[in-house]
């Protein structure tokens, strides 16, 4: 036996969940259009130093204008202007870049971390309570109470929130891709993978991590929306960007005290904030249902 006598179960294990898989997303109709406002969010960022009408640190006159706020015959302000004078469709495309931009850093990171501890807790199993145990201390520490701590020691600003986003990322996808990888380790072809001599850095990364990787990356996709949502409360707390950087918790906190005068201010980030969070959260769900054998429809 080599390791190619191992390939087939390793291939149909992966190719199970595959047939139908986009045809199926396709016509979940919710999915579907969270997908697309997501994606469309996305480009947006991307693209907001040619899209956005005007400097979003540029300040003017026109202070608090309402949303759609026409100026000598052309839309100026389609989201209307803040407290000093400042484009906020402008800085709603920066700010959603920035937003996105720590979540997905903070997801990405934490997220290679606590696959990396899940991983090696379920393959050495004498390793597996002492690392659990760590996590389990993490586990503890309230991503909040994280930020405010790393917020006194480096200062305030987005590297801490992405720090205390990582550090509260870690031992739940940690916890996750255990659970995922002690079912894979029972497998067959684990066990015969070992009994021929593979190595234990080809059977994590080409048998363990690859049979695991599409249950993490739905779990991956949630936590991606609850990173958004707890950089935005730190921000909001006014541990992240610091003025005048835009960042959409941020935004939202600084429109506060003129939330009865100009609610536009206020609001219009904070929407943007639910929409992204939702859009995610959808989007998770349906691609958990689609790998899922248990709750795929046949």
Same mark, same amino acid.
């Given at each position: ?110 997220? $290679? ?8 807790? $379920? ?13 389990? @201390? ?8 994280? *930020? ?6 480096? *200062? ?7 720090? $205390?986003?990582? @550090? ?10 255990? *659970?995922?990888?002690?079912? @894979? ?7 015969? *993978? ?47 960007a610091q003025p005048p950087a835009a ?52």
């Amino acid at each position: 036996m080599s390791d190619t006598a191992l390939a087939p179960a390793l291939q149909v294990s992966q190719r199970r969940p595959r047939p139908g898989m986009l045809r199926r997303l396709a016509r979940d109709r919710l999915a579907l259009a969270a997908g697309l406002v997501l994606l469309a969010i996305v480009l947006a960022a991307l693209l907001a130093p040619w899209i956005a009408p005007h400097d979003p640190y540029l300040t003017t006159r026109r202070r608090m204008l309402p949303p759609v706020w026409e100026a000598r015959g052309t839309w100026t302000y389609l989201l209307g202007t803040d407290s000093l004078g400042r484009c906020m469709l402008s800085r709603l495309l920066y700010g959603t870049r920035a937003t996105l931009m720590v979540g997905i850093t903070a997801t990405a990171i934490g997220g $290679a971390i606590g696959m990396l501890i899940g991983f090696i807790a $379920a393959f050495y199993r004498r390793l597996d309570g002492l690392l659990m145990r760590i996590n389990d @201390v993490l586990l503890s520490i309230p991503a909040i109470l994280l *930020g405010l701590a790393l917020a006194a020691v480096i *200062g305030s600003g987005l590297p801490a929130i992405i720090a $205390a986003l990582v @550090v509260a990322t870690v031992p739940t996808v940690a916890r996750v891709t255990r *659970g995922a990888a002690l079912v @894979v380790m029972a497998q067959d072809f684990m066990e015969a *993978g070992r009994s021929i001599g593979l190595p234990d850095h080809t059977l994590i990364w080409r048998y363990l991590a690859l049979n695991c990787i599409s249950s993490v990356f739905v779990y991956l996709t949630l936590r991606f929306a609850q990173s958004i949502l707890l950089g935005a409360i730190l921000s909001f707390l006014g541990l992240g960007a610091q003025p005048p950087a835009a960042e959409l918790g941020m935004m939202a906190s600084s429109g506060r005290n003129e939330l009865f005068i100009a609610p536009h201010i206020a609001t219009i980030p904070s929407l943007a904030i639910v929409v992204i969070v939702l859009c995610a959260n959808i989007l998770g769900d349906a691609l958990r249902d689609l790998l899922d054998p248990r709750l795929r429809k046949l």
